[in-house]
């Protein structure tokens, strides 16, 4: 008997980000830079069993708030292993849009969809040309 072919079906409907967690703040006109920061920390093992002692993993660049990162941050312009630096270290990242002036104003128009309130809605929004469904 012959193989059938898989159907590939998607676990779930694939959503913009900017509608899968809409309090998060995305670049636009109306929000033009946004910073990040890491912090170098050592994390360590869960306590064992019997002893209770724990081992040092390593140094990790943990978000502010966040129990749980990477050893390596990277981007466009900088590479920054956990390791490299003293524990505490703040690895301050920083992303800015740069509009051109006459597009800067062409730019914000008011959207009901990306703010309930009809404000500014963000670059590349479609909304307006898009069938509500």
Avoid: F
Avoid at 67 to 80: D, E, K, M, V
Avoid at 99 to 121: F, I, K, M, R
């Amino acid at each position: 008997m012959a193989r059938q072919p898989r159907r590939r079906v998607p676990a779930r409907r694939l959503v913009a980000t900017r509608h899968t967690n809409p309090k998060e703040q995305h670049h636009g006109p109306a929000n033009l830079e946004r910073t990040g920061v890491l912090i170098a920390t050592t994390l360590h093992t869960k306590p064992d069993r019997w002893t209770g002692k724990t081992e040092p993993l390593g140094r990790y660049w943990i978000p502010e708030g966040a129990t749980t990162g990477s050893n390596l941050a990277t981007g466009p312009g900088y590479r920054a292993h956990a390791n490299d630096v003293p524990e505490g270290t703040r690895l301050v990242i920083t992303a800015r849009i740069e509009l051109p002036e006459e597009q800067q104003e062409a730019a914000t128009q008011s959207c009901p969809v990306c703010d309930g309130t009809g404000g500014d809605h963000q670059i590349g929004c479609h909304h307006d040309t898009q069938e509500q469904r």
